[in-house]
């Protein structure tokens, strides 16, 4: 999705150099990051895994005036409640059985800069309430230490879960939420932007081509249909893999459908149940089945149990594209969270607490 480049600002560009897509939805994104990157004010990325969310948050610290200091990520979801304690705030020496000497914090090392604490849903309760201290008062001690430290970095956080619904399963601190929510950005998953593709395939052919020492192939028409056909559960990472893969098996100067994964092509539905997407001849099979009316059957028992079932893999298919976050899949289905929830109820559901 982007280029390995420092990013830097340009003067009058609506873009973020290195980012690439121009749909409306990527254009909003550039807006606000533009607008709130010169100010002070905490952060929250959200989207799904793969959207680019750290992109932005270099970006947002690039255009910042505290861009000449450092840039420090944080993998919340890599690390133990006590392993992401110590990588936070550091630790002295003695302050549990591995610590030999005494360590710099994440938050000491952003001093003067930018932290990004990714994942930010995976850490603990317990954890976030020292989390909610620094963003309000920017103090802490090391683990094991009485000593407080003051720092002044600015704070970026980014989330693949609705926070809401993490909050209504007790899971999250809601005033740790409204004090990382000053200003929110929504990075859109592939499938909202298909525009975008294009520009996204012909950037990673000339990657990859550059990369094995070989032309940068052109792409033939109905593979790039295929590709913004396709759903991407994995999003841009997952386009970036498949146009790698398409790269090192082609055998000339054009990529054509076949280099694609059959699920990609639409010839192997079954592949997408593992992100829960359902096949169209599933269902197809199933609506047919149910038209066969046994001995006696009304033609209004007919329609409701056609009706029910489309409206059950409807709902099926939304929350899992929306990975079970309830807040999210009502959004996208024009419905509230109540109506949701007996919907949920009703056809047995899998989904996210909320």
């Known amino acids: 999705m982007a280029a390995t480049e420092k990013v830097s600002p340009t003067a009058g560009s ?18 606000i990051t533009r607008q709130v990157a010169s100010s002070s004010a905490t952060v929250l990325l959200a989207g799904e895994t793969g959207t680019g969310k750290e992109l932005i948050a270099r970006a947002l610290h690039e255009f910042s005036p505290r861009r000449s200091g450092p840039f420090v990520r944080v993998n919340c979801g890599a690390l133990s409640e006590s392993l992401l304690e110590s990588e936070l705030f550091g630790h002295v020496r003695g302050a549990f059985t591995s610590a030999n000497e005494n360590r710099t914090g994440r938050f000491e090392a952003a001093h003067g800069g930018t932290i990004f604490l990714d994942e930010i849903n995976s850490v603990s309760y317990t954890l976030q309430v020292k989390l909610l201290r620094v963003l309000q008062e920017q103090e802490f001690e090391r683990v094991g230490d009485s000593k407080t430290i003051r720092v002044d970095c600015r704070v970026l956080a980014a989330t693949n879960r609705d926070l809401m619904d993490e909050i209504d399963a007790g899971n999250f601190r809601d005033d740790l939420y409204y004090r990382l929510n000053v200003v929110p950005i929504y990075l859109p998953p592939l499938r909202d932007r298909p525009s975008d593709i294009p520009q996204l395939v012909d950037f990673f052919l000339k990657r990859y081509a550059a990369s094995n020492k070989r032309p940068a192939p052109a792409i033939m028409e109905n593979a790039v249909e295929a590709l913004q056909s396709y759903v991407w559960p994995g999003n841009v990472r997952e386009l970036q893999n498949y146009i790698e893969r398409a790269i090192v098996l082609a055998t000339g100067n054009v990529i054509t459908i076949d280099l694609l994964p059959r699920h990609v092509q639409g010839l192997a539905p079954v592949r997408l149940r593992r992100n829960g997407v359902r096949s169209s001849e599933s269902l197809c099979e199933e609506l047919v089945s149910a038209s066969m009316l046994e001995a006696g059957e009304s033609s209004s028992n007919l329609y409701d149990r056609v009706v029910n079932l489309v409206e059950k893999e409807l709902f099926s298919q939304v929350l899992k594209s929306c ?21 949920i109820d009703d056809y047995g559901l899998e989904a996210a607490d909320s």
């Open 14 to 31: 609506t873009g973020i150099p290195g980012i690439i897509g121009d749909s409306p939805a990527m254009q909003e994104v550039y807006r």
């Open 323 to 343: 990975q079970g976050v309830q807040t999210k899949a009502a959004s996208r289905l024009g419905i509230n969270r109540n109506t949701l929830h007996k919907k």
